[in-house]
């Protein structure tokens, strides 16, 4: 490895390879094309920078406009601005630049920065079509490419996008997948693109971290609330899943209003929200993320202590991705499911399909195994009081042009300001 890497690596107390990084990087770091596979927060994302890093430095021919020289492809934004703040750090290093590209937010700035020229571009599929179209960059000159959960690509219908963004790098160029499972067409584009590539296989598709601990909660539909409220409370990070945009909009703000500051993660909020909530769950201020399937891959915050299903996941891979956001990197944590009696036999398929061994109890929140798992609970927050109108506003003016999320006829506004809603439809464009 390049010495200014290792040094880059010690001064952030890294000095011993994960087994996924192991495996990979004397092959990979040899030019050779590369299919890994390991479980979420294994070590991926510096599995494949480094060597990205490392061969791009060994041909230092600068940046041109418009021609990066590698690209990672990310099914999500979370994942992809995430990808690049591991990436340009290290790339800084030895001199090399990076950039991200993805929908949700304006292009003006992704295009001054592919014209200026950078030597590696971290992109979701849609946008990069959408600027690949519009000629504002090209991919004649990727020597190493690099896709990133591509089993996720599949479950989101990206392939097809993904194949036209392959043909159109050099096939003589180096490529390296990473995946959990080979699954939903994955093994379509190995056969198509890899050329007499290594499998690194880490982990089979279902296995955990075994410092992660789970429990099944089985409650009744009234005690459900103060359960939830229960596990929210205590002092260290967690994230709390729920199955749709509205329920996690609602709970962050209940917790909130309870004295547990939470944010919200999830398709309705645009790309700045979005990065906002995250940089607040990130900090010292914020300990609860209630988040949709939009954060189950991608999102890494560093001591997560406790994952909640508030709600049962429809499939097996989705609480596997879930549950991946504790435990990782080498720390234990723990993961609840709230569970309804009604929902018993379906919640047993999913974890005798995610081969997860454990033994529903009943409890209430203040059940003597919640509050083992809570611990102390977090100091009452007094809620932030809601915005005053400016004193020389005159408060809020009547009629249709002051009703409030109103547009510029009556109508009511869109969410996003109007932008094209980025649900899970199409959540990486």
Do not use: W
């Not at 997948?177 to 939903?184: E, G, I, P, R, V």
């Amino acid at each position: 490895m390049p010495a200014p890497l290792v040094r880059s690596l010690a001064a952030e107390g890294k000095f011993t390879a994960f087994p996924i990084q192991q495996q990979t990087l004397p092959d990979t770091l040899q030019g050779r094309d590369v299919l890994g596979r390991g479980k979420t927060g294994s070590g991926k994302t510096l599995a494949f920078s480094l060597p990205l890093i490392a061969r791009l430095a060994e041909t230092p021919t600068g940046s041109a406009p418009r021609r990066p020289r590698g690209l990672v492809l990310a099914p999500t934004r979370e994942l992809a601005t995430q990808i690049n703040t591991v990436l340009a750090p290290l790339a800084d290093t030895v001199g090399l630049s990076t950039t991200t590209v993805f929908g949700g937010v304006s292009q003006k700035r992704q295009v001054a920065a592919l014209r200026q020229g950078v030597d590696i571009v971290v992109a979701c599929p849609g946008r990069l079509e959408d600027l690949l179209r519009q000629g504002e960059l090209t991919l004649d000159r990727v020597q190493i490419t690099v896709l990133d959960e591509a089993d996720h690509m599949a479950d989101l219908g990206f392939l097809p996008g993904v194949t036209r963004i392959l043909a159109d790098t050099p096939s003589e160029g180096q490529r390296m997948f990473f995946s959990a499972t080979l699954d939903n067409g994955v093994d379509k584009l190995v056969t198509r693109f890899l050329h007499n590539q290594l499998l690194h296989s880490v982990d089979e598709p279902t296995s955990h971290v075994s410092a992660m601990t789970h429990h099944i909660f089985e409650v009744s539909a009234e005690q459900k609330k103060p359960l939830v409220k229960a596990l929210a409370s205590g002092t260290g990070k967690r994230i709390l899943f729920t199955r749709t945009k509205h329920q996690a909009k609602k709970l962050a703000k209940q917790l909130t209003s309870a004295g547990t500051p939470a944010v919200d993660l999830h398709g309705n909020l645009s790309q700045n929200a979005r990065d906002r909530n995250l940089a607040r769950f990130s900090g010292e201020d914020v300990r609860v993320l209630v988040a949709t399937d939009v954060a189950a891959r991608g999102v890494h915050v560093d001591n997560v202590e406790l994952v909640v299903h508030v709600d049962p996941p429809a499939e097996h891979k989705a609480y596997l991705h879930r549950s991946g956001r504790t435990a990782r990197a080498g720390s234990s944590g723990d993961v609840v499911t709230v569970m309804l009696p009604e929902q018993r036999r379906d919640t047993q398929t999913l974890l005798r399909k995610a081969a997860i061994k454990a033994q529903p109890l009943a409890v209430t929140s203040d059940s003597t195994e919640v509050t083992d798992l809570v611990g102390e609970p977090a100091p009452y927050v007094q809620p932030a009081a809601p915005a005053q109108p400016s004193s020389h506003s005159g408060g809020r003016p009547s009629g249709r042009s002051g009703a409030r999320g109103a547009g510029r006829h009556g109508s009511p506004r869109r969410s996003g300001g109007g932008r094209r809603r980025t649900g899970q439809r199409h959540p990486a464009r």
